[in-house]
C-alpha cells in the first residue's frame, strides 16, 4: 500500500492521543479497496503520541506542529496530502473495514462529498469499551435509517448531520472553500460542511460506517463562553439566505426558530452553570427570533430576578 499512489489520503489530527490512536490506525491500516496514505498532524501533544505513531514505521506519516488547535492539524494535512480525495478520521475513533471502499464506489460514480452514518461507541461501568468490530456490526444490525442525498444546505442548517470521521471529500473542494476556519474553537466541521454544501451535493451511505468514541477527554464540562452554533448559522444564513443551488427552500419562520432554539440553550447551560448576563443576552437573541416563545420569557424573568 505504501508504495502504490495513494488514491485517497486520511488525515487524522492528534492531540494528547496515546491512549486511542493505536486503534485508530490500525481501522485505518485495515481498509480494503481504493490504496491509501495515513498522514498523522500532531498538535503538539505531551503524552507518547508520537512515539505510538512512529511505532507504524513507513505505513503512517507523521507531522509535527506546536499546538494551534485540531482545524490548523486537519488543514496541515489537507495540504499534505498527495491524493485527490481527502478522507478525515478523529484519533479516538474507528473505521468499519470496508468503509473507504464503500464510499469510493460512490466517488466512482460521480459522487464529489460522500458521508456515512456512524455509531455510538460508549465505555461499561469499568470504563472500558467493548471490542469495535463485534460492537459496530451489533449497532449496523439495529440502526437501518436512511442517510440524506443531494444538496443540503438547507438540511444542515436545521441539524448537523455529517460527522468528521465519516467524511471522504475532493481536495479541491476543500481548498475552494479555505478548508477548516481555525478561528472556531467549536464547529469548526459544521461550518465546512455547511460551505461544501452550497458548493457540490453530498451522499449519504445509510450503514454505520464508523464509531464515534464517547470519554471524559472528548466531553467538555464548562459552557464555553462563545455560542459558536450560532454564529456559524447566523454566518450562513447572511452569506447565502434560505435556497439551496437546487432551488429548494427553508421557511423563513423554520429559520427562526432554528436560530432561536441555539440561542435559547446556549442561555439554558450559562443560567445553569451561573452565568446569568450571558444567558440574559442569549435570552433576549431568541426573543428576537421568536417574540412569543413563554419558556424563553420565563427564563428570562428568572436570570433577571437571580441577577439582582
Known amino acids: 500500500m505504501a508504495d502504490a499512489a495513494p488514491q ?44 505510538r505513531v512512529r511505532a507504524f514505521g513507513d505505513r503512517v506519516r507523521l ?19 498527495r491524493a485527490d480525495h481527502v478522507a478525515f478520521l478523529d484519533a479516538d ?3 468499519h473495514p ?4 464503500r464510499q469510493w464506489e460512490r466517488v466512482q460514480a460521480g459522487a464529489p462529498l460522500v458521508y456515512s452514518r456512524f455509531s455510538l461507541w460508549e465505555p461499561d461501568a469499568t470504563g472500558a469499551f467493548p471490542d469495535a468490530a463485534p460492537h459496530l456490526a451489533a449497532c449496523q444490525a439495529r440502526d437501518t435509517a ?33 478548508g477548516f476556519d ?34 471524559t477527554e472528548n466531553i467538555t464540562r464548562t459552557v464555553n463562553p462563545t455560542n459558536f452554533e450560532y454564529r456559524i448559522l447566523d454566518g ?34 450559562h443560567l445553569a452553570g451561573g452565568s ?8 433576549r437573541i431568541a426573543l428576537g427570533h421568536e417574540p412569543l416563545a413563554p419558556r424563553v420569557w420565563l427564563n428570562y424573568a428568572r436570570a433577571r430576578w437571580l441577577s439582582r
Open 8 to 51: 485517497i489520503s486520511v488525515i487524522v489530527p492528534a492531540y494528547n492521543s496515546a491512549r486511542f490512536i493505536d486503534e485508530a490506525l490500525a481501522s485505518a491500516l485495515a481498509q480494503t479497496g481504493p490504496a491509501i496514505e495515513v498522514i498523522v498532524v500532531d498538535d503538539g501533544s505531551r503524552d507518547d503520541t508520537v512515539a
Open 63 to 81: 507531522i509535527e506542529q506546536a499546538n494551534q488547535g485540531s482545524a490548523v492539524a486537519r488543514n496541515r494535512g489537507i495540504e499534505a496530502a
Open 93 to 95: 475513533d474507528y473505521w
Open 98 to 101: 470496508q468503509k473507504l471502499a
Open 146 to 178: 436512511p442517510a440524506r442525498s443531494g444538496w443540503l444546505y438547507i438540511d444542515l442548517l436545521l441539524d448537523c448531520e455529517v460527522w468528521t470521521s465519516t467524511v471522504l471529500a475532493r481536495k479541491d473542494l476543500l481548498q475552494k472553500v479555505g
Open 182 to 215: 481555525p478561528s472556531l474553537r467549536k464547529g469548526q466541521d459544521y461550518d465546512l460542511w455547511l460551505k461544501l454544501a452550497h458548493e457540490a451535493p453530498w451522499e449519504g451511505v445509510s450503514e454505520s460506517l464508523a464509531l464515534y468514541r464517547l470519554h
Open 236 to 269: 450562513a444564513y447572511r452569506r447565502w439566505g434560505l435556497q439551496n443551488p437546487d432551488g429548494r427552500r427553508l421557511p423563513e419562520a423554520t429559520m427562526r426558530q432554528r436560530l432561536a432554539r441555539s440561542a435559547r440553550n446556549f442561555a439554558d447551560a
Open 276 to 283: 446569568r448576563e450571558t444567558a440574559l443576552d442569549f435570552y
